[in-house]
């Protein structure tokens, strides 16, 4: 068995080379590891950070570069460049726990799931926990054959796959993620490998801890957290565009949770939530992102 990390990043080279310089002091399991780093069409000091890591890394490390943003297509372009029969997935603004290859070593059995997530902590109790954070105690099946992949389920800090599933389902959406106006990649991946049939899970031992820098409460964390409305409304304009029906289902249940009204701010919610599935239908229309 071989695990292949792909980090990807773009003009973040501070925040990049804290994060990789602290994968030195994750532990390495019994199997192969080799850390994959794209530079995702940066215009900032990237390039010469990841030579740095590369020159000191203890892990073998391969590098690719994108020509245009986005995080779907930097995602590919590491699938491509590597090797291992688990792909796994973190953020430029995340350490890894010592223990994380171990515990990926050791959950992961193919024989019963193909693909999951673990958690993602918020380690800094001044910072906003509505961005890119989950947590939970028991693993948890994500069944095939899903109408929806709930949200937030499949974070892309803290995401990994057995190679199968991309040969299986296919890559990445290169049209969403950060970078592009749609940055929800990762659960529409989810999806799509829940779709045709495969079963994942989501395994508590598997730990990132997350450095979004956002302060709670703060105006760019709830700008953040309106942008992840509008990607999941471009979610479920994806998957009505692959088929799914069932979306309409929980747009009606939304507008009227067991028979009780809503409130404002989830009025504010759906609103935005519409908004980004009419954007990504609109770029369906036209081609332009």
Known sequence: MKISLIICSRNRAERLRKSLRHLNTVEAP???V??????????????????????ISKFPVKTARTERPGLGHARNCGIKSCDGDIVSFTDDDCELDKNYFKALQK??????????????????ESLDTRLASISFTQRTEIPAGLPLMPFGAMQGANIFFARRVFEL?????????????????????????????????????????????????????????????RARGAYLASLLAQGSLKVWLH?????????????KERYAQLGRELQGAGEYFEFLGDGKV
């Open 107 to 124: 959950a992961f059995t193919p024989e019963t799931f193909l693909y999951g997530a673990g958690q993602i902590v918020i380690s800094d």
């Open 251 to 263: 747009w009606a249940e939304s507008f009227s949770p067991n028979g009780a009204p809503i409130g």
């Open 34 to 55: 080799e850390v994959v780093v794209v530079d995702s069409f940066s215009t900032d000091d990237t390039p010469s950070v990841i030579k740095e890591f590369v020159a």
């Open 169 to 229: 389902c296919g890559l990445f959406n290169e049209d969403m993620g950060a970078g592009t106006r749609f940055p929800c990649e990762d659960l529409e991946m989810g999806w799509r490998a829940s779709n045709r049939g495969l079963f994942g899970a989501l395994i508590p031992e598997i730990v990132v801890y997350h450095h979004h820098g956002l302060k709670k409460g703060s105006p760019e964390a709830d700008a953040a957290v309106a942008s992840y409305d």
């Open 30 to 32: 019994e199997c192969l």
